[in-house]
């Protein structure tokens, strides 16, 4: 479903991914760990189609199409999806409009008639139920104002509106508190089919305690240098980062 | 600039047989210049340089093209600055409400002022809208006034509205400008008295032909304890400027100035304000926020001026622009002059092109670069809108908005 093969990408002349490979097949749940600064967030923005990064090498096939060669808004009609990590606050843009505005421009794509105010209001409604979010939430504007957790929440229930086949979702735990966190990958879990497939991208381990990954890969230095069952998570945790930079160091 | 207009401020006087101490104080004014600090952004010279006529009267206009016709209730009509008894509709209205044109009305002359469109008005104005509200009365329906100009190139109407709402009184007035194609000139003074415990909200939605002309004074007293907003949506006019003028002059009262710009092409639009607090324990805020696209330009001065004694003053003025455009141009300029002590002031202003993080989140949600743009393009706008109060009038305009974005 997803293929990256040898990516290479930067910002203003500096590399910040050396060749990222990484395969994920329908059904699969896979998770990206690594100390801050390694890429993680690179990857997922590129992957976002984020102009400010450039693409220097390597390439990244979704679906048999070229994804590098796509606008952001074609890769999530595709069915690709991030969920940001910094969700951005959008001023007077009323958040139940912009929502049915994403699903509609998503629906046209497929040559699916738009939904109406009232579909769509139940369609919500329906969704919103996932992720204990309050619907008022709804009347405000995108993100203006949300607590951490809400904004969280709030990307979460964009994915489960746009039913993406292959969501990535970027340090989605970070600012959340326990409970937060259950919910939000409650709400993950449950959007998890056989035929779509979710990258998690996180620098600590407790996400995956309610996510269970099949595959978890850890990216160091613009590289995923190692690559395990979801045991290397827990390995991880016991023994730091530092245990992974210090085996890559030549003996 | 100064010779040729000399020439014309008498062919001006003559064309529309101005009369009496406001000729006078015109002709010795004369039209201002860049040189004057108020009109340092503003060069009116392509006023100055018009073919002056007097306004026609035009039976054959309609109000077919404008907005706000669902609405019910008093309308007054005037084409080319004259009262259209045809296309006016006041009806039976309630004890205590005076809708009509303003020379058949019991109606003082404005004081003169050392403005030169404000003596050019006093001198020649023809009609204008005359709005009473006598005490203790509450109007719910909005009155509506159509200003029509279908005038040729030159055609110059002065128009001097009053608008009274007394004490406990409340009222909504909207005004509507439009016109046919050409380089026509309305020159406008509204006098407008909210008394004690008023409550006043006044629409201005001006809408004129971009080849035309349009100078409008308000000039605003508020009384004690009253809520007094003024809404000006500009969008057309190839110069428009609003001279706003807000007395404070009871305690406890709140003011909003609101106002949205949407400039394109050669248009320059341009509010200029000054609120005088002179009583303690007011609010005033002032809210502008503007579009700007092609070579348009515009101006917004803000002075709010805290007289000593005005202790308690609330004042807040913003002013956002964006661009569209590399080649628009905005000048701001809030000013404070304050002497009191115990005052809150805060000003600010900010020019630039959209948020580029926004229009990606959205492209990440699957809208096109288009559709992020306009949709920014108009929560920008809707913070304006938002803020009237009237709901159909706020409906309405916000449709408007939101077509003339998509353009």
């Known amino acids: 479903m997803l293929e990256i093969k040898n990516l290479k990408s930067g910002i203003g002349g500096e590399e910040i991914l050396k060749g990222v490979n990484l395969s994920i097949q329908p059904g699969e749940v896979h998770a990206i760990m690594g100390p801050n600064g390694s890429g993680k967030s690179t990857l997922a923005h590129v992957l976002a189609g984020r102009e400010s990064y450039e693409i220097t090498g390597g390439t990244v096939s979704y679906n048999g199409k070229d994804l590098v060669e796509l606008a952001p808004e074609e890769r999530v009609r595709e069915g690709f999806f991030l969920a940001f990590q910094y969700p ?110 979710q990258l998690i991208i996180t620098h600590y381990q407790r996400l995956l305690d309610y996510i269970v990954p099949d595959f978890v890969h850890v990216l160091h230095d613009g590289r995923i240098v190692k690559s395990g069952k979801k045991d290397l998570a827990l390995e991880l945790e016991e023994k730091g980062y530092d245990w992974i930079t210090k085996e890559l160091q030549p003996a | 600039m100064v010779a040729p207009s000399n020439n014309n401020i008498d062919r001006l006087l003559d064309a529309l047989d101005a009369k009496g101490e406001g000729r006078m104080r015109f002709a010795e004014l004369g039209f201002p210049t860049t040189r004057d600090e108020d009109w340092r952004f503003t060069n009116i010279a392509p006023i100055a340089e018009l073919e002056f006529s007097s306004p026609q009267v035009d039976c054959a206009a309609t ?44 109606s003082p002359e404005p004081k003169m002022t050392n403005d030169a469109f404000d003596a050019l008005n ?67 003074i509204t006098e407008l008295t909210a008394g004690d415990n008023a409550q006043v909200e006044h629409v201005k939605f001006q809408n004129e032909s971009v080849a035309a002309f349009h100078i409008a004074g308000l000039h605003a007293t508020i009384g004690r304890d009253s809520h007094a907003a003024h809404h000006s949506i500009a969008l057309g006019g190839r110069i428009a400027r609003n001279n706003i003028r807000a007395h404070l002059d009871g305690t406890g009262l709140e003011a909003v100035l609101n106002g949205l710009y949407l400039p394109k092409g050669e248009q320059l639009i341009d509010h200029h304000m000054v609120v005088n607090h002179n009583q303690p324990h007011c609010d005033s805020h002032e809210y502008f926020n503007g579009i700007l696209d092609d070579s348009a330009r515009a101006v917004f001065h803000g002075r709010i001026y805290v007289k000593k ?63 992020a743009r306009r949709m920014l393009m108009h929560a920008f706008a809707g913070e304006i809108i938002e803020r009237i109060a009237c709901d159909p009038v706020r409906e309405e305009l916000d449709r408007l908005i939101w077509n003339r974005l998509e353009d």
């Not at chain 2, 309308?75 to 205590?96: A, Q």
Request: include cysteine; proline fraction near 2%; aromatic fraction near 6%.
């Open chain 2, 122 to 188: 006093a001198a020649s104005f023809t009609d204008g809208a005359f709005i009473r509200i006598a005490d203790e009365v509450t109007f719910e329906t909005p009155i509506r006034i159509y200003y029509l100009s279908t005038g040729s190139n030159g055609s110059t109407a002065n128009i001097r509205n009053h608008i009274i709402v007394g004490t406990n009184s409340k009222a909504t007035i909207l005004e509507s400008w439009t016109g046919t194609d050409s380089a026509y000139f309305n020159n406008v």
């Open chain 2, 63 to 106: 109000l077919e093209e404008c907005l706000f016709k669902s609405l019910e209730g008093p309308c007054l009509v005037f084409v080319n600055g004259h009262f259209s008894d045809g296309l006016s509709s006041v009806g039976t209205l309630p004890e205590g409400i005076e809708v009509s044109n303003v020379v058949n009305a019991d």
């Open chain 1, 88 to 197: 951005v606050e959008i001023p007077g843009v009323n958040s139940s409009y912009f929502l049915r505005a994403a699903v509609n421009a998503v629906r046209t794509h497929h040559g699916k008639e738009e939904l109406n105010a009232v579909d769509f209001l139940k369609l919500m409604r329906e969704k919103i139920q996932l992720l204990d979010l309050d619907e008022s939430l709804l009347k405000r504007s995108v993100n203006e104002g949300f607590s951490g957790g809400e904004k969280k929440r709030a990307e979460i229930l964009q994915m489960a509106l746009l039913e993406p086949t292959m969501a990535v979702l970027d340090e989605t735990d970070s600012g959340l508190d326990i409970d937060a966190l259950k919910v939000v990958a409650n709400g993950v879990n449950r959007l998890k089919r056989e035929d779509n497939a």
């Open chain 2, 309 to 371: 004694g005005a202790d308690k003053t609330d004042a807040k003025q913003t002013n956002k622009n964006l661009l569209l455009s590399d080649n628009a141009t905005v000048d701001t300029k809030p000013q404070l002059e304050i002497y009191a002590d115990d005052v809150k002031c805060t000003h600010g202003a900010t020019i630039g092109q959209m948020n580029p993080e926004q229009i990606f989140y959205l492209r990440a949600r699957g809208l096109s670069e288009e559709e």
